[in-house]
């Protein structure tokens, strides 16, 4: 992995950053309606109108404000909320942990149980519970998340009572009980995309002469299986991960909303309906710039495991 794979990583990576924005502001410039009506109301004065959407440089062309907004990021300034008057960094940052933690979450219950599943899947292939695990992974992956939790909430918080229903928590225990039901819900498709993945990928590297060598000199199968099988399956797996971190924190904004956690999901849904425009470009802003350098970080570790991809994208 040379130092111009890394390079072109980077401008690809800044690149994904500046055209979604770029995007962002051009829809947001499209949407009808006078921006000033919406947030000072209609019984606002022209004239404070005016001076309101000058203020905020909704007057400006597009060009001009996201070369502003990036200006500004530079100095760690992601604008003000119009509506409180507090600075959007500030917002992003009080509401960062909580997504964070529950993407964390669902990323560890994914992996946690999709590898061994798996793994599972690969060694007892052809039978019962092969079909059984492709279907119920099936299942899992094409319900949208946002059923799976009203389903789930309705089983173990309204029928069962066995986890709280809505919100963050306040004490630790509490946060955790609130944190399981959610951060499951969340990694229920991905259990079954990583456990086919690696079903797959441990299926194409069993049948490979060096392991068949293994067996024919008697060495046990855990040890086939863990030693030698699963490192070498484990990289399409790792790639998969850059992408599900991105999916994850798209899927948390509707699951944060759902399980009505305070969040990005929640903040970004409370700006758009508001139309608090700086809010809004903050959150999407931060959201795009963890996806990309998480996929920046994944192919670089990709890379490095395996350095034939940097030579081939050389």
């Known amino acids: 992995m040379g130092r111009a794979y890394v390079a072109r990583r980077a401008l690809t990576a800044a690149t994904s950053i500046f055209s979604a924005m770029l995007l962002l502001f051009c829809l947001s410039s499209a949407i009808p309606g006078d921006p000033a009506t919406v947030l000072l109301g209609p019984q606002a004065s022209p004239e404070y109108a005016r001076q309101f959407i000058t203020e905020m440089g909704f007057d400006r062309p597009v060009y001009e404000r996201i070369f502003l907004f990036f200006a500004h990021v530079l100095r760690g300034d992601l604008g003000t909320d119009v509506i409180t008057g507090r600075p959007v960094t500030a917002i992003v940052l009080g509401v960062l942990p909580s997504t964070i933690y529950l993407a964390l979450a669902a990323i560890v219950i994914a992996v946690a149980a999709g590898i061994p599943l798996g793994i599972f899947a690969a060694t007892h292939k052809g039978t019962r519970a092969d079909a059984m695990l492709a279907a119920v992974s099936i299942v899992f992956v094409s319900m949208p998340s946002f059923i799976l939790g009203i389903i789930f909430l309705v089983i173990f918080s309204v029928w069962l009572n ?87 924190l798209g899927g948390a904004v509707l699951i944060e909303i759902l399980f009505a956690r305070q969040g990005l999901g929640t903040t970004l849904y409370d700006a758009i309906v508001s139309r608090n425009y700086p809010v809004m470009q903050g959150v999407v802003f931060v959201v795009v710039v963890i996806f990309v350098v998480v996929q920046f970080l994944v192919e670089l570790g990709y890379a490095f495991i395996d350095p034939r991809i940097g030579k081939q994208r050389h």
Do not use: C, K
């Not at 066995?162 to 819900?185: E, F, H, K, N, Y």
């Open 162 to 248: 066995w986890l709280p229903i809505l919100g963050s928590g306040q004490g630790l225990l509490d946060q955790i009980q609130r944190l399981i039901l959610p951060a499951v819900v969340l990694a229920l498709g991905y259990v079954g995309l990583i456990a086919r993945l690696v079903r797959v990928s441990m299926l194409e590297v069993l049948g490979e002469s060096y392991i068949r060598t293994s067996r024919a000199f008697g060495i046990s199968p855990v040890r086939i299986v863990g030693t030698y099988a699963l490192r070498n399956a484990m990289l399409p797996t790792l790639a998969t991960l850059g992408m599900i971190v991105g999916r994850l």
